[in-house]
């Protein structure tokens, strides 16, 4: 298990980052959680982590747009929790637009907020990593990290941006028992998924059940979306010490959708 480490999980208030901070919490790691979202539901969430698995869970508002505000949630795990041993950086947005009219502030708040942002986090983190010698970088990336979809240059850019930058720091990393890895999960049903399909509807002229089908499962072979829980599996085996090997690694968990 994880007792006694300190994790933080960006964007977890929803979603994927919702699930991979409840697995750190059930295998015993103190988190800190991070995300937008209405103060009374995170409230909830949080001390619902505390009550159910015995660990200490604290919020963080950083925003992703501010590395000041990244370097402060960094800092709260370390001055609140006695430090940082394992970074997820999962927050992410989404816009899908064809690039001649994608707009400038659009692209570049998806470049801050899914690439600007890990290397802010990582930049704070690894030095309180490798002054203890352990530490765990994990990525929350994308099947956009490897290969391309029309109409969503910014995520695309950035996410493979992402998959470079774990590579660079698993490098830099290595003799200091820090691992960095991205996991690059195909389509999971969340928030961000469905808020994106009124989109990719007007953008390809497609009804609700044709983006479903023949944009969003077309991709994916076995033609499920993945889940949450699969994904929170895949960062909890990084996070383990029978994972120290695995490092610099670009893991797809994508129902098939890069094999082809
Ligand atoms: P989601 O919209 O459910 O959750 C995104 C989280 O990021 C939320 O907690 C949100 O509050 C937070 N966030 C957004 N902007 C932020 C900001 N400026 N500062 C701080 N937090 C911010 O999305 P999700 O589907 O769970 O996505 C999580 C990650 O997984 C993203 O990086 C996404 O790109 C990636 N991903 C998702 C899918 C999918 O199909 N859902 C597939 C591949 C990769």
Redo the contacts with the bound molecule.
């Keep these: 298990g994880l007792v006694g480490k300190v994790a933080i999980v960006?964007?977890?208030?929803?979603?994927?980052?919702?699930g991979i901070a409840r697995g750190l919490a059930a295998s015993g790691a103190h988190v800190v959680i991070?995300?937008?979202?209405d103060a009374a539901g995170i409230e909830a969430e949080r001390a619902g982590i505390e009550a159910e698995f015995g660990v200490r869970c604290l919020y963080s508002p950083?925003?992703?747009?501010s590395a000041d505000e990244i370097a402060g949630m960094v800092g709260l795990a370390v001055d609140e929790l006695s430090s940082a041993d394992i970074l997820v950086n999962?927050?992410?947005?989404?816009f899908v637009s064809p690039i001649e009219e994608f707009p400038d502030d659009k692209f570049e708040a998806i470049m801050r907020?899914?690439l600007m942002?890990v290397f802010h986090s990582i930049k704070a983190a690894l030095p309180v990593m490798k002054a203890r010698g352990w530490g765990r970088i994990i990525n929350?990336?994308?099947?956009?990290a490897l290969v391309a979809s029309p109409f969503k240059s910014a995520?695309v850019a950035a996410?493979h941006g992402v998959a470079g930058l774990t590579k660079t720091v698993a490098l830099e990393a290595a003799t200091h028992g820090v691992t960095a890895n991205a996991i690059?999960?195909?389509?999971?049903?969340?928030?961000?998924?469905e808020?994106q399909i009124p989109d990719t509807m007007a953008a390809r002229g497609l009804t609700k059940e044709q983006v479903i089908h023949d944009v969003l499962l077309e991709a994916q072979p076995t033609k499920q979306?993945?889940t949450?829980d699969q994904v929170a599996a895949l960062a909890l085996f990084l996070a383990s010490d029978a994972a120290a090997s695995v490092t610099g690694a670009i893991l797809p968990i994508d129902g098939g959708w890069t094999a082809h």
């Design positions: 960006t964007g977890s208030t929803s979603g994927i980052g919702l991070n995300g937008l979202g950083a925003n992703m747009l999962n927050a992410g947005i989404q907020i899914n942002a929350v990336a994308s099947a956009h995520y996410k690059c999960p195909g389509y999971v049903w969340t928030p961000l998924v808020k979306f993945v949450v």
